[in-house]
């Protein structure tokens, strides 16, 4: 029969690993939630999640090698492998991504 202390240290160290565990898994799927809105056209577009913004669309649900892992839909997108850093921008400039993955300013 084990001690009743050893029992309460392992399942410290069970609920220890589990929380880590948890919390790795979570901050590896960068992900935003996006409420529902209507677009200036009329049109309804739904909730839905969608991978948090950076400077790179290697990693968004929409580049080619991807796929979203809600709705299993496969990227359609170019990967941009060089994107402008966001430290190139000028303050009166607006930049952003294409639908075809280039890192643009206006």
Sequence with gaps: ???VGFLKGEK???TILFIAACALAAGA???TYVKPYIKK???YVEPHFRSAPNNT???NYGTRGNSNPYTG???TQQPNYFPQPPSYQQPSQRCGYTA???YVCN
């Design 29 to 31: 799927t960068a992900q």
């Design 1 to 3: 029969m084990r001690p």
């Design 100 to 102: 075809n993955g280039q």
């Design 73 to 75: 839909q496969q990227g």
């Design 41 to 43: 056209d009329g049109t």
């Design 12 to 14: 410290m160290k069970s």
């Design 57 to 59: 669309n290697t990693d």
